[in-house]
């Protein structure tokens, strides 16, 4: 926040009064977020993200805030269904069609990680999953746009 009558910037976070370009014994400066326009000290960020992210942040695009920074960075996730061809001897067919459904469970779930599969068909976000990701990540990405035959 910028105060006119004293010329001075305030850590929007923690409040810590500065001049522009003045560096504080244990606060560092005072810098304003590119995308939000929030002022916040070095302080303020390091204690969020580390140092090493601060740096890191000065070098990027943007001057970011601890919470546009952390936007910047979070990882978007979707639950989708993938098309695939699986791949078994005729033993774990056995087990995978046969009466031990439990055992049947295992045998698929094995086969999946050591990547017995092949993905050759339609795969796709449901509507209520593409929903779900933009209320948890603030987005508003259209339904059918993750739809394809592969
Ligand atoms: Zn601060
Ligand atoms: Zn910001």
Same mark, same amino acid.
């Given at each position: 926040?910028?105060?006119?009558?004293?010329?001075?910037?305030?850590?929007?976070?923690?409040?810590?009064?500065?001049?522009?370009?003045? &560096?504080?014994?244990?606060?560092?400066?005072?810098?304003?977020?590119?995308?939000? !326009?929030?002022?916040?000290?070095?302080?303020?960020?390091?204690? +969020?993200?580390?140092?090493? +992210?601060?740096?890191?942040?000065?070098?990027?695009?943007?001057?970011?805030?601890? $919470?546009?920074?952390?936007?910047?960075?979070?990882?978007?996730?979707?639950?989708?269904?993938? =098309?695939?061809?699986?791949?078994?001897?005729? $033993?774990?067919?056995?087990?995978?069609?046969?009466?031990?459904?439990?055992? +049947?469970?295992?045998?698929? &779930?094995?086969?999946?990680?050591?990547? =017995?599969?092949?993905?050759?068909?339609?795969?796709? !976000?449901? *509507?209520?999953?593409? &929903? *779900?990701?933009?209320?948890?990540? $603030?987005?508003?990405?259209?339904?059918?746009?993750?739809?394809?035959?592969?």
């Amino acid at each position: 926040m910028y105060h006119m009558d004293s010329d001075t910037y305030v850590c929007d976070i923690c409040g810590t009064q500065f001049r522009w370009e003045e &560096a504080k014994e244990d606060y560092g400066e005072i810098w304003e977020c590119e995308r939000c !326009a929030k002022h916040f000290c070095t302080r303020c960020f390091t204690k +969020a993200h580390g140092i090493t +992210a601060f740096s890191e942040m000065l070098q990027g695009e943007m001057v970011s805030c601890p $919470e546009c920074y952390r936007k910047s960075i979070e990882k978007l996730s979707v639950w989708v269904r993938l =098309g695939a061809t699986l791949s078994m001897s005729k $033993e774990e067919a056995d087990i995978i069609f046969g009466e031990d459904r439990v055992l +049947a469970k295992k045998c698929f &779930a094995r086969l999946l990680n050591e990547g =017995g599969f092949i993905l050759n068909g339609n795969c796709y !976000a449901p *509507e209520e999953c593409v &929903a *779900e990701m933009n209320q948890k990540h $603030e987005t508003n990405y259209d339904f059918p746009r993750l739809d394809f035959d592969i």
